[in-house]
């Protein structure tokens, strides 16, 4: 079933595209740990990248985790 996405409900549109971020941070951050991987097994040449890698893909993943966002006016 194929939906013109103009004809999708504002929160279908939302879901559709939380899900696509969701799924890019996680090739992002698994590549980026595959990489440090190759590092640590001695396949690429290590200078300081596998730790600067996993950096990387921790930052990517903790702008996607959810914020509470509070209630009312502060």
């Keep these: ?3 013109d996405w ?4 504002d929160e ?3 879901a ?3 899900a696509a971020l969701h799924r890019a941070v996680e090739t ?3 590549q980026a740990e595959g ?3 190759e590092m640590d097994a001695g396949h690429l040449a290590d200078r300081g ?3 600067a890698l996993r950096l990387f893909a921790a930052l990517v993943r903790s702008h996607t985790r959810p914020r509470l966002v509070p209630a009312g006016h502060c």
């Design 1 to 3: 079933m194929n939906a």
């Design 6 to 9: 103009n004809t999708l409900s």
């Design 12 to 14: 279908t549109q939302l």
């Design 16 to 18: 559709v595209t939380r």
């Design 28 to 30: 992002i951050a698994g």
């Design 35 to 37: 990489l440090a991987s």
């Design 49 to 51: 990248g596998p730790d």
